[in-house]
């Protein structure tokens, strides 16, 4: 019988916690941790409350994505609309359908989970949930500005799934989000079952759980 290879639960002592540094929106934890045989490790790691990322698939096999600046590489990068949970205990899907509205001025009928992954485990507890949003159409009302952000700075196309994937392979397109969408959602079309076997939008998300 083969191991089951399946991510697990599992929690080690932690000594003593500290938070040296608290942001806007993330801070930095420094915890003691007792290591398996007996002795006391120091992790620091970043403190986030969790993003979403959305991957809108028009009619014609196309994806919405953004391009963006990002300080802490020193690059512009093509992603997926994506943002914070900023709410303790916000619904995903619901954070998710307002960051397509205000990133894109797009709304979408219908809602599947691509992936759920940890941006960073080894130094971060970020987790993401891509959102797979279809039936997408342009969102009643007037645009959201915000003229204060980055995100005054985007520019917004749709691009062909075949050409983001071939963008990943060739080291071309590298946030995580978008790289993470664009492969899950192409094995996904390629599964038996296709589209059909991926999750409903509000599948529990025991990374970051919330109320329905």
Not at 68 to 76: F, I, K, L
Not at 164 to 181: C, D, I, K
Request: proline share 7%; glycine share 10%; charged share 25%.
């Amino acid at each position: 019988m083969g191991i089951a290879i399946k991510d697990t639960s599992e929690s080690w002592e932690t000594v003593s916690t500290q938070r040296p540094f608290q942001g806007a929106k993330t801070g930095v934890n420094s915890d003691e941790v007792r290591m398996p045989d007996g002795s006391v490790a120091r992790r620091d790691y970043q403190v986030h409350p969790g993003s979403v990322c959305v991957l809108a698939l028009d009619e014609a096999g196309r994806v919405l994505v953004l391009s963006q600046y990002r300080h802490p590489v020193g690059r512009r990068l093509w992603e997926l609309p994506a943002g914070l949970l900023d709410v303790p205990g916000e619904n995903p899907l619901r954070g998710a359908q307002r960051e397509l509205y205000e990133e894109a001025h797009v709304k979408a009928e219908d809602w599947r989970v691509l992936a759920d992954f940890y941006a960073s485990p080894g130094g971060s507890d970020e987790a993401v949930r891509v959102f797979l949003a279809r039936d997408v159409s342009e969102a009643d009302g007037d645009r959201y500005a915000d003229s204060g952000s980055e995100e005054a700075d985007m520019e917004v196309a749709w691009a062909p799934l075949g050409d983001l994937v071939r963008g990943v392979l060739a080291g071309e397109l590298s946030n995580p989000g978008l790289v993470t969408g664009v492969l899950a959602l192409s094995a996904a079309l390629a599964s038996e079952g296709g589209l059909a076997t991926l999750r409903p939008g509000l599948s529990p998300w025991p990374a970051r759980p919330y109320e329905a």
